[in-house]
């Protein structure tokens, strides 16, 4: 079983919808969880960071853990076309601050 | 917010040839500072940790003889690619803690490498 699954889409949606993104993961020693955005060669950018299960809301993004599921979410509300992008689902745990990433997925918002 | 930047940003050399990319933290210290590399459509790999004053942590598989990474200051880390070779050809990104006992990083932009 890989360590972090992220469907790698891509996903193609019009503007105005709702997006959802999902990664989930098996190591239990993960106690942080992150997305990032990745726009096409550049490095990636923090969105949302979050280290309880439930909703963290920042805006139009909304985060999502369920630690007993290993599963988290990021939800984005009326999507833009500048939210065209690849985004990453990251992960951390323990005293070595490294993190471990999803494939990505790549989002594309048509006007 | 914090900014990482790094140099340069695009670089093309020659197989058999060193290249050196720099990573810097401006508006704060970093003591440590991890390297990745980024394959096309696909995720970014943690190669390194590097650590101010200290030998840098390399991640299973990676050739520590081959990237030689350099953390002389605490705003400073760099990733030298000795004797590079097509298959290196890659996007390198650098981040940095916010703080030292953060888990949340800032990215620098990422350096393009390409071997001919």
């Known amino acids: 079983q890989k360590e972090v699954e992220q469907d790698p889409g891509p996903l193609s949606v019009p503007e105005g919808a709702i997006v959802s993104l999902n990664c989930t993961y098996s190591?239990?020693?993960?106690?942080?969880f992150m997305w990032y955005r990745q726009y096409s060669r550049k490095g990636p950018e923090l969105l949302m960071y979050t280290y309880s299960s439930g909703n963290k809301e920042d805006g139009r993004f909304t985060a999502q853990v369920d630690k007993s599921s290993k599963y988290i979410s990021l939800f984005i509300r009326d999507s833009q076309p500048s939210d065209s992008a690849t985004y990453l689902c990251?992960?951390?745990?323990?005293?070595?601050?490294?993190?471990?990433f999803g494939k990505g997925t790549l989002l594309t918002v048509n006007p | 917010g914090a900014v990482v930047s790094q140099h340069p940003s695009w670089v093309i050399c020659k197989s058999g040839t060193s290249v050196k990319i720099e990573c810097r933290s401006l508006?704060?210290?970093?003591?440590?500072m991890f390297w990745y590399r980024q394959f096309p459509k696909q995720s970014l790999m943690l190669m390194a940790t590097?650590?101010?004053?200290?030998?840098?942590?390399?991640e299973q598989g990676v050739e520590k003889d081959k990237f030689l990474i350099n953390h002389a200051s605490l705003t400073l880390s760099t990733l030298t690619v000795t004797s590079a070779h097509p298959e290196d050809s890659s996007f390198y990104i650098c981040?940095?803690?916010?703080?030292?006992?953060?888990?949340?990083?800032?990215f620098g932009p990422g350096t393009r490498l390409t071997v001919t």
């Open positions: 990251a992960f951390s745990g323990g005293s070595n601050y490294k993190l471990t």
């Open positions: 508006d704060f210290q970093a003591t440590t």
């Open positions: 190591n239990s020693a993960f106690q942080y």
């Open positions: 590097s650590n101010e004053g200290s030998k840098a942590t390399y």
């Open positions: 981040s940095a803690p916010k703080v030292p006992t953060s888990y949340e990083q800032y």
